[in-house]
Structure formats: structure tokens, C-alpha cells
T-cell receptor, first 110, second 115 residues
Framework: GQNIDQPTEMTATEGAIVQINCTYQ??????LFWYQQHAGEAPTFLSY????GLEEKGRFSSFLSRSKGYSYLLLKELQMKDSASYLC???????????FGKGTKLSVIP | DTAVSQTPKYLVTQMGNDKSIKCEQN?????MYWYKQDSKKFLKIMFS???????INETVPNRFSPKSPDKAHLNLHINSLELGDSAVYFC??????????????FGSGTRLTVV
């Protein structure tokens, strides 16, 4: 089976940097995804990591350590529109089906 | 053009009724999924279809049945609706190669309320 753990809620200030952590246990691994979900909307793709290291895409970066079963999403220069839930998801052995964590609700305050 | 479209967006119905939610994707993806998102925002897999074959069927009640007339469509039919079925249902599609997946494209969701 698969188990994914991420903080339930976080609050950060506009303009600041925030790091959202995700730890996982899975019987196999074919990659880790981060999705963003605004209230009342569908999740949208942010990043994909399959190898160890940091992937940078504009203000967002995602890091993966497969040996530690650990990932983080780093958001820089926070904007009010970044207030959303951030979902960590992993794929398991022999499957590309995504198993999602329960999501981290990020609130950005002025 | 909407890549993954679901209808209806909102559905309010009485307990005991039967209802269907439709999903269509125009991305040419091979795999389609249904996920349920409960009030705590937890996304849980219900079904997936690959080339019209059911490849994953999690422990959902058999009142829920997926129907796929072709690889661009995956509909969800629900019999004898119960209060606990109230949730947001998301359809998604994905494309894989031998080496990787490209993740999901989600539909906009169907908010089902059973009264």
C-alpha cells in the first residue's frame, strides 16, 4: 500500500517563502507530483519529480529524495493568489495511478 | 476547447435515486479515472479505465458503476443514492509511455448533493 503525509494547514505572509513537506511510503515508485487546487476548482499540475534533486519552474520548485521518501514544494515571492490547497501524489509499482495525500491548505496573508 | 469535460457541474437529488455523471476527454489519452473528493478535500481513486478495460477497481460500493463506450468517454452511474455519496466527483485522464507518466488532466468536477 501507499501512505502519504503532509501538513494539514500552513499560513505565510505575502512576499515570503514557504516550504510544504511531503513524506511517503510506497511499495514501488514511479514518480511524485504536486498539484494546486483552489477552492471549488479542479487540481492543476505543478511539478513532477522522478529523480532525486530539485526541479525549478519560476516561483515554484520541487525537491525529491527517493531514499528518504521525502519531497517538498517551495513557493517563493508568495502572492495572495497562491492561497490554495497543495496536493502531493505518488505513483506505485507497476502502475501510473496517482495516490494523493490529504493536501496542505496554504493561506497567504498580507 | 475543454480538454476534460464533465457534466453536470452540480447535481442535487434525493436519496434512493439513480444518477449518471458524464466525462469526455479530447486529449487522446489512453487512461481515464474517477476520483471522489470528500468534505475534508481528500481525493480518493474510485475507478480507472485503460483502453476500455477496467484496470483498477477500489473498494467502492457496487452501486457505483463506470461505463466507457470508447476511450474518450468514462461515465459514472450511481444507483440508490445515499446521503454519504455527497461529494465532489472528478474525472481525469492521463497518458503514459513505457518510461513515465505525464500526470493527470482533471475535469472541473461534479458537486453531488444527496438530500
Amino acid at each position: 500500500g501507499q501512505n502519504i503525509d503532509q501538513p494539514t494547514e500552513m499560513t505565510a505572509t505575502e512576499g515570503a517563502i514557504v516550504q510544504i513537506n511531503c513524506t511517503y511510503q510506497t511499495s514501488g515508485f514511479n514518480g511524485l507530483f504536486w498539484y494546486q487546487q483552489h477552492a471549488g476548482e479542479a487540481p492543476t499540475f505543478l511539478s513532477y519529480n522522478v529523480l532525486d534533486g530539485l526541479e525549478e519552474k519560476g516561483r515554484f520548485s520541487s525537491f525529491l529524495s527517493r531514499s528518504k521518501g521525502y519531497s517538498y514544494l517551495l513557493l517563493k515571492e508568495l502572492q495572495m493568489k497562491d492561497s490554495a490547497s497543495y496536493l502531493c501524489a505518488v505513483t506505485g509499482a507497476g502502475s501510473y495511478q496517482l495516490t494523493f495525500g490529504k493536501g496542505t491548505k496554504l493561506s497567504v496573508i498580507p | 476547447d475543454t480538454a476534460v469535460s464533465q457534466t453536470p457541474k452540480y447535481l442535487v437529488t434525493q436519496m434512493g435515486n439513480d444518477k449518471s455523471i458524464k466525462c469526455e476527454q479530447n486529449l487522446g489519452h489512453d487512461t481515464m479515472y474517477w476520483y471522489k473528493q470528500d468534505s475534508k478535500k481528500f481525493l480518493k481513486i474510485m475507478f480507472s479505465y485503460n483502453n476500455k478495460e477496467l484496470i483498477i477497481n477500489e473498494t467502492v460500493p457496487n452501486r457505483f458503476s463506470p461505463k466507457s463506450p470508447d476511450k474518450a468517454h468514462l461515465n459514472l452511474h450511481i444507483n440508490s443514492l445515499e446521503l454519504g455519496d455527497s461529494a465532489v466527483y472528478f474525472c481525469a485522464s492521463s497518458q503514459e509511455t513505457k518510461d513515465r507518466t505525464y500526470g493527470y488532466t482533471f475535469g472541473s468536477g461534479t458537486r453531488l448533493t444527496v438530500v
